[in-house]
């Protein structure tokens, strides 16, 4: 629901540590470069290597599971598919920084761990992603887990009825092995 649901264009998940967002982020980004020709999706956290650690593995797994035709570079973090899309998986961890992506033209953009920038994002967010996903009438999805204060940029967002917002827990992880309930 959280990545499919018809009409929201801006979206917030506001989840607990291994309730699966990561991989959903995934298979959804594989898919719609794989069904959307001549895109550009965009994942983002805080450093590069940080993208590397969360989500990378499961592009790969994913790929190499399911002998998805594409190119990966393992070195610039992008995915190339035939038809023209790509997945690029990259970060921002300073307002400097998230100036790499003005001008860019985005169909999805992920902002994952929302929770652990500074309030930059909200630049991030208004400035630069925004304007990129105009042309395609494209999605923005923030997630992350809840931050010690409830305060901050992420926070406002997943609050506010401008925005499709979501929650779940790693309970509600069909994947995840549940403990047994204590007598």
């Not at 994002?121 to 999605?139: F, M, Q, S, W």
């Not at 923030?142 to 790693?170: E, M, V």
Request: with cysteine; aromatic share 12%.
């Amino acid at each position: 629901e959280f990545l499919r649901g018809e009409g929201a264009r801006f979206r917030t998940a506001v989840c607990s540590r291994r309730a699966g967002k990561t991989v959903g982020i995934a298979a959804d980004v594989i898919d719609t470069c794989q069904n959307n020709d001549n895109v550009t999706c965009l994942y983002i956290t805080l450093t590069q290597q940080n993208a590397r650690n969360i989500i990378w593995g499961d592009i790969q797994r994913i790929i190499e599971e399911y002998q998805i035709d594409c190119k990966l570079d393992n070195v610039r973090l992008t995915v190339k598919f035939p038809n023209g899309s790509r997945f690029v998986v990259a970060g921002a961890k300073d307002r400097q920084e998230i100036e790499k992506y003005r001008g860019w033209k985005l169909y999805k953009c992920y902002i994952d761990e929302c929770q652990s920038f500074r309030p930059y994002i909200e630049e991030l967010v208004n400035d630069i992603i925004t304007p990129a996903l105009r042309d395609l009438k494209g999605y923005l999805y923030l997630t992350g887990t809840p931050g010690p204060i409830p305060a901050g940029y992420f926070y406002k967002c997943s609050q506010s009825d401008f925005w499709n917002n979501h929650r779940w827990t790693a309970f509600d992880n069909p994947h995840m092995h549940n403990p047994p309930e204590l007598d």
